[in-house]
């Protein structure tokens, strides 16, 4: 039976497990507006670069709260809905280097890469290609792609891309929010770009025939399906994030691509401005608790997806809730930083994957890894303790945390009741 592959890039990717979304929007400026205003040109009035005086913007900062959480890549979104632009672009004058910040000629996007570099962080940009207030393209609006109008639009959203991935090094990741209209339909063609300047990146929701593609779990809740298969088919990929879909995160153990998810979530929640994406001042009541965290790291990182978790950045451009990530960090260094006992490749025995710990003991969580190197391959599994059967589901991937109120074994063992080929055990892991 065929079985999707991942590419060295998806493998790495998974490996990753957290990442950061930052998110500097300049609707921040005027939480008293409401509607999509920030998607038309009255940003040019409202949100004009001279208006914006940032005192505390400080890139290496956000960096080094989310390596203190302990992510290991961040995604800057470098141009977001309002078509302001977080780097010296020579598209427009609409960008963070007309404004006073540094004195005028700064690129957020630059000093983001060097602290990303300096804390051992792998960057990547987010770029809003079907949405830009600047040019007055509202996405909710209905458009003829191939009109004129647009067509001009399209060559400004390809000069600048071609900017930000040929002029700040290797990406990880390059994020685009709701997919890419596609070339044919009057959309930008951005392959050739890609593969040309960025053919390692993770695209989350990139074009149909880029290799190294991710996709949405189908939320913003930081919650994959108890089964979220790194395998879909076409046409279950892309969403625009406001309608919550299901299938788009379980995905098909059969599909066609090998498109693992991505679990998005903003630090504040749903009832915060900007659906929590988005800092508003005194909204800090409003924050996820670490424990709060933990739970979507479980349900995430835990489901075989990877957990990107936005940071809301202040008006004054630095980020307030470096206590929330810092404690999230040691909550979860503490939950899983040593566990009670573990084997790496385990050899089956009257296939079960045996680990031994040293004493009966509480056990909260187990934690299996598939080698997924070919592909996914378990399509059932279960566990038991002191031989006794306490869960079974179907999806391993590349990690599967199951948690556990009230367990004490002295015995795990995890059997394959299920597999496409031969399936094996990369790791196991009690805490």
């Known amino acids: 039976m065929y079985t999707a592959k991942p590419t060295k890039e ?56 989310a390596a203190e959480m302990g992510a290991k890549y961040a995604v800057l979104v470098a141009n977001h809905c309002t078509g302001f632009s977080l780097w010296d672009t020579k598209v427009n004058d609409f960008s963070i280097a007309h404004t006073d910040w540094k004195g005028g000629g700064g690129d957020i996007c630059r000093a983001f890469v060097e602290a990303c570099r300096e804390y051992g962080l792998r960057p990547g940009f987010y770029y809003s290609t079907g949405c830009n207030g600047y040019y007055n393209i509202n996405d909710n609006w209905k458009w003829d792609y191939l009109s004129d109008y647009y067509q001009a639009y399209v060559k400004n959203v390809e000069a600048q891309v071609t900017e930000l991935w040929s002029e700040y090094g290797d990406l990880f990741e390059i994020w685009f929010d709701g997919g890419i209209i596609p070339p044919e ?3 930008p063609d951005l392959t050739p770009v890609l ?16 290799a190294h593609n991710i996709r949405w779990v189908g939320n913003e809740d930081g919650l994959a399906p108890e089964n979220c298969w790194a395998t879909t088919n076409a046409g279950e990929a892309r969403y625009d994030g406001t309608i919550p879909d299901e299938k788009a995160g379980v995905g098909d153990p059969d599909g066609k691509y090998y498109w ?20 508003r001042a005194g909204e800090e009541h409003l924050l996820f608790t670490p424990e709060q965290l933990l739970d979507c790291y479980i349900r995430s990182v835990g489901r075989n997806a990877n957990l990107l978790l936005g940071m809301a950045i202040s008006t004054d451009g630095d980020f307030q809730d470096e206590e929330q990530l810092r ?39 187990v934690s299996i890894r598939e080698d ?8 059932g599994f279960r566990i038991l303790a002191d031989g006794r059967p306490v869960y079974e589901s179907e999806c391993v991937g590349h990690r599967r945390i199951v948690p556990f109120s009230d367990l004490a074994a002295k015995e795990i063992a995890v059997e394959i009741t299920a597999q496409n080929g031969n399936a094996s055990v990369r790791d196991l892991a009690a805490f």
Request: aromatic share 10%.
């Open 260 to 279: 693992p998810a991505e679990c998005d979530m903003p630090n504040r929640n749903h009832a915060a401005y900007g659906g929590g994406w988005a800092w």
């Open 185 to 187: 339909k009057g959309g």
């Open 195 to 210: 593969k040309k300047l960025q053919p390692r990146a993770i695209c989350f929701q990139g074009p149909r025939d880029y």
């Open 327 to 365: 404690a999230f960090g040691k909550l979860l260094r503490e939950t899983f930083g040593t566990p009670l006992a573990s084997a790496d490749h385990p050899v089956p025995v009257e296939g079960k994957h045996i680990l031994t710990l040293p004493d009966r003991m509480k056990i909260r969580y």
């Open 372 to 379: 997924i190197s070919e592909g996914q391959k378990i399509r």
């Open 10 to 65: 998806q493998l790495a990717w998974q490996d990753m497990e957290l990442g950061v979304l930052i998110h500097y929007c300049m609707e921040i400026y005027h939480p008293e507006l409401t509607g999509d205003w920030y998607k038309t040109e009255k940003v040019r009035e409202l949100l004009a670069p001279e208006t914006i005086h940032p005192k505390k913007l400080d890139p290496a900062q956000w960096i080094r709260s």
